[in-house]
Each structure stands twice: as C-alpha cells, then as structure tokens.
C-alpha cells in the first residue's frame, strides 16, 4: 500500500507564546525548570537581587510547544517618575541571553516583548544581548567584550597571558601580598570602601551599599561567587566581586586604593579568580563590557589572553515605533563633577540615582 510522501511528513510545530509573572507559579516554575544554569541565574538570582534593591517587576517571556518550553526571556520592567517606564533585559547585567532550543525563537521572543511593550504603554524596551540573532536589526549601542579561556587548568591559562601580566603576577607574588576568599560581610565592607574611592577616581557614583549586601546575601552567600581581596602589610589594597552563571564566571566588579599600584594587587586578585575558577573546572571567565572609548582598558584586558568580540544592545522606541540610539552613559560632563564630590555624597548620589538609570 502507498503512503503520499507529503501525508507522512511531520506537521510544524505549533508555538504558544506567554508573558508569565511570579504569580503564575505553575508555568513560572515550568520555565524555570526548563531552561539552562546560565539562564536560571539571569530568571531567578538576579532579577530577584533587582527586585529586592531597587522594586523591579520580574517577567519571563516564553514560547511553549506541545513538547514543552522552548524559549525564555527575562526582564524586569522598571517604573520612574523621571526616566519613564521601560522594560529591560536585564539592569545592571553586561549581556543578557535568551534561552532558546533553536535561535529561529529569538525573534519571536522579541516581538512578543516589543507587543507586551506596547499593550502595557512603555516608553521603550532595552535589549542587552542576542541583537544578531534578530532579523533585520541594528544595534542601539556596541562594547567589546573579552572572554578568557579557563579550560586546561591554571597552568595552560597562565601560559596564555601576555608576558607583561605573567611578569606582574610574579612581582605580586614576590612582595608578599595575601589574597583571600571570602563571603563576609566585613570582606564587602572593605570592597565597598574601595569601590567608593575607585568611582569616584573616575568621576562615577558607586551603586548603593544595600544592592552589594543583597548580592552578598542571595549570590554570594548562597554558593554563586566570592570577594577576592589582596592585603599589602595587613592593608586592604584591592578586592574584586566574582560572580557564577553557570559554567562561566564573570568578573563583575573591582576596586584598588591606588597608594598600593606598584605592588600590581589588581592583577593578584584577577589571577586568584582565574586560578580558583580554572581549577574548579570552569569553562571562561567574561571580563565584562568595554567602552569603544576606552583603550586603555581594552588594552588591559587583552592582557590576560581572551577571545575579544563586540556586543550590542538594542533599545526599541514604543512610541515611535523605531530603534533609538544609545549613549555610553560612563563618559560624560558628570565625571568631573562626582570626581570632585566628597564619598559621601556621591554615595547619596548613588542611592539616589540608580534606581531610575537601571
């Protein structure tokens, strides 16, 4: 008996596509079960640290199919009197990447969430990653960004770093500087005082002590990170936050007092992080965005042997109907003012104003 050939061949599948809130627990939770590590943390560690600091409103986007979730994306929708109202995936979070069984989903993630923008009368959405998976699209924004290679163990990721920075680590080592692992509260103290002393060298506001404890509290503390610190005499002299995201490891921030430059305590903590994670069997540790502007700090980051590579962000007008250039809003007439503030007030600044930059 013959079978058409166009009868037997399997139908397309049918997608269902949803905006999901924590209250929707049932398929809230399916998400969530569905998806990878490295989203998990960007669905549940960090959008829950968001909400607790700053009140943001957690959503996931997904498409479900008859064999179950396909595609996630999350964003928190962020509510200010003076910035507007907006959706972005994710604040304070360099790149931020939907978790998708086939990369064909990721636009329609995307134009469900410029439709739920819409509906709901946001003045845009911020997307922070996956701009070349959509169709026809531009970026709003660009950075480098540096990838290291963890894998081979410490002494293949030593081998890799440029001469200079293998040169620095040995000085470090040879002056006697103790680092140590931590997930104190007194550890972050002490970051923070360098934090502070470090934005304001560069003419930036630090984020608010409350948003560190809430990442020490539910990151850190909860097996996802650690403060590296390195102590010259027994003195505080650099101290970096490291976060996990599945089997990467970001470098998220870092802050020195530079009375302690020559003893290169900043490569000392940069190479303990590699070290500990490339022995802990992690697969790269993401340096972070860079400005275009900022040579000196690519120049840097080059150093310690990463794959480098340019990621955009896209921010889609709502009410225009069109996509709006972004500006790297580290650079401008506002350095040299905080730069010339006492801590404590750019530490109001900051506690002031993070909430509605996101």
Not at 37 to 63: H, M, N, P, Q
Not at 93 to 118: H, M, N, V, W
Not at 267 to 277: D, G, P
Request: glycine share 6%; aromatic share 12%.
């Amino acid at each position: 008996m013959s079978t058409d050939a166009s009868s037997s061949q399997a139908s397309p599948p049918r997608y269902d596509c949803r905006i999901v809130s924590p209250a929707d627990e049932a398929l809230w939770n399916e998400a969530i079960a569905a998806v990878d590590d490295a989203t998990r943390f960007l669905c549940v560690e960090w959008t829950d640290l968001l909400k607790k600091t700053y009140g943001y409103e957690s959503r996931l986007i997904v498409i479900r199919s008859s064999q179950g979730v396909q595609a996630v994306l999350p964003y928190v929708i962020v509510r200010s009197p003076f910035t507007g109202t907006r959706a972005i995936s994710l604040p304070f979070f360099d790149i931020c990447r939907a978790y998708a069984t086939d990369d064909s989903l990721i636009p329609q993630l995307y134009e469900a969430f410029k439709a739920e923008g819409r509906k709901a009368g946001w003045d845009y959405i911020e997307l922070r990653g996956d701009i070349r998976k959509l169709h026809n699209s531009e970026p709003s924004l660009s950075f480098y960004n540096h990838i290291v290679d963890l894998s081979g163990g410490s002494d293949a990721v030593f081998e890799r770093l440029a001469s200079s920075t293998r040169r620095a680590i040995r000085k470090s080592e040879k002056s006697g500087v103790d680092i140590q692992h931590s997930d104190t509260l007194q550890a972050l103290k002490g970051f923070y005082r360098l934090q502070c002393i470090t934005r304001k060298r560069h003419g930036l506001p630090p984020q608010p002590f409350k948003f560190f404890k809430n990442l020490l509290e539910q990151l850190i503390q909860k097996g996802k990170g650690t403060i590296i610190s390195a102590y010259v005499d027994g003195q505080l002299a650099a101290s970096g936050i490291y976060l996990e995201q599945g089997s990467t490891i970001h470098y998220k921030y870092g802050a020195s007092d530079p009375t302690f430059q020559a003893s290169r305590c900043n490569n000392s903590v940069m190479w303990a992080a590699m070290k500990h994670y490339s022995n802990k069997g992690f697969s790269a540790m993401d340096l972070g965005r860079n400005s275009l502007e900022n040579q000196g700090l690519r120049k840097y980051k080059n150093t310690w042997g990463p794959t480098e590579r340019i990621t955009y962000y896209q921010r889609y007008d709502l009410k225009n109907d069109s996509i709006q250039k972004m500006s790297d809003d580290v650079y401008g007439w506002h350095n040299q003012i905080f730069a010339n503030l006492p801590i404590a007030l750019t530490r109001l600044a900051g506690k002031l104003l993070y909430k509605h930059i996101a």
